[in-house]
């Protein structure tokens, strides 16, 4: 489905981006994880050089650049601090981490990407919905409040670009998941709350995530761009 596709994924060490990862390359296609912490092309998503080094090198190695997925997920120690408690600065250190990386990556990507190629940004069901604060009761934790504001900057942004650069047959989309289940991070409660509340009756497996991506960088999805595709089980449909 992806043979001889290559594709730069930002944040493929991640929950979600280590599974991208992985089933580009079950798809044939050759998977390069720009990830902060990646082995072999270690990429800070906030260091505008950086990934303009990134994008020259993978175009000088493969003459070609077929994909650009960005899961980075970059965020200060304080991130997750409830409403009242949120620090203006914090604030801005995220967005600026979170949001603005999209417009380098995007401006390089249209610089060596062609016909046929595309990227894919992750927006979250915080991007589309309100927050339901009823499933963080009895965790003692919250979902923070420039999660959305991001989130959908990010989603309308893929418009935005959809439109601008579709007469050059790029395409442009989001992926938007719901709850993930990372066991390491999430307090049980949280888990049973969430459960609750969903359609499906549970959270996500990571690798639950990574074919929906695989699908919009495939020319299977060569008439879709500037859309953005939820997989959260449900849980906007309600
Ligand atoms: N996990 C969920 O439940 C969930 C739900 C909805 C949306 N999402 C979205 O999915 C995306 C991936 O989330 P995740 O859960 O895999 O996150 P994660 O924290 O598990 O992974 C993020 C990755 O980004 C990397 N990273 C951090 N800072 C970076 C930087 N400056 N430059 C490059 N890489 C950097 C980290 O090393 C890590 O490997 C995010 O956009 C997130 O908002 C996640």
Known sequence: ??????????????????????DIEKKNGTAINADINSEAYPTDITDENAIKNLFKQIYEKYQKIDGVVHCAYPRTKDWGNKFED????????????????????????????????????????????????????????????????????????????????????????????????????????????????????RLAQPYEIAPAVSFLLSDEASYITGHNLMVDGGWSAI
């Not at 959305?148 to 990010?154: D, F, M, T, V, Y």
């Open 86 to 201: 949120i620090d203006f600065n914090s604030w801005k250190k995220n967005v600026d981490m979170q949001l603005n990386p999209i417009l380098v990556i995007s401006q390089e990507g249209v610089k060596y990407m062609k016909k046929g190629s595309s990227f894919v940004f992750f927006g979250s069901i915080y991007g589309v919905r309100g927050n339901d604060f009823t499933i963080y009761e009895g965790t003692g934790g919250t979902s923070p409040a420039a999660y959305p504001a991001i989130k959908g900057g990010i989603i309308n942004f893929t418009k935005y670009l959809a439109s601008y650069i579709g007469h050059k047959g790029i395409r442009a989309n989001c992926v938007s998941p719901g709850g993930v289940i990372d066991k390491k991070q999430q307090h049980p409660k949280f888990i049973e709350n969430y459960s609750h509340r969903s359609p499906l009756k």
């Open 1 to 22: 489905m992806l043979k001889d596709k290559v594709i730069i994924v930002f944040g493929g060490c991640g929950l979600i981006g280590r599974e991208i990862v992985k």
